[in-house]
Nanobody
Framework: QVQLVESGGGSVQAGGSLRLSCAASGYTYSGNCIGWFRQAPGKEREGVAL?????????YRIDSVKGRFTISQDNAKNTVNLQMNTLKPEDTAMYYCAARIGCPDGIIFTPPNFAYWGQGTQVTVSS
């Protein structure tokens, strides 16, 4: 069965960096897409960054993370990473890795379109 395991969360001060990793197993990595979502307390889960596993095309849904967050992949390890720099308190959330089978161009990057989810990793940014 598909398993997604996130790691790398933690607590940092504003301006700091964290690198999240999502290791996928039981999943045909190629030809699909994997995304990072986040959910802050009292807010809806929202898409952050997406990568198409074939070709590595990326998409960032939230304007405030563009230029600060970078999604990348290690195909040999079936792993997707999210490098987060210049973190802000508003980045505080539970971060989830999610995957889907097939990834058409222009896919709507919302939770219902992703069938497989990790358990989440907490990111806390203090001011």
């Amino acid at each position: 069965q598909v398993q997604l395991v996130e790691s790398g969360g933690g607590s940092v001060q504003a301006g700091g960096s964290l690198r999240l990793s999502c290791a996928a197993s039981g999943y045909t990595y190629s030809g699909n897409c994997i995304g990072w979502f986040r959910q802050a307390p009292g807010k809806e889960r929202e898409g952050v960054a997406l990568i198409y596993t074939d070709g590595g095309k990326t998409y960032y849904r939230i304007d405030s993370v563009k230029g600060r967050f970078t999604i990348s992949q290690d195909n040999a390890k079936n792993t997707v990473n999210l490098q987060m720099n210049t973190l802000k308190p508003e980045d505080t959330a539970m971060y989830y890795c999610a995957a889907r089978i097939g990834c058409p161009d222009g896919i709507i990057f919302t939770p219902p379109n992703f069938a497989y989810w990790g358990q989440g990793t907490q990111v806390t940014v203090s001011s």
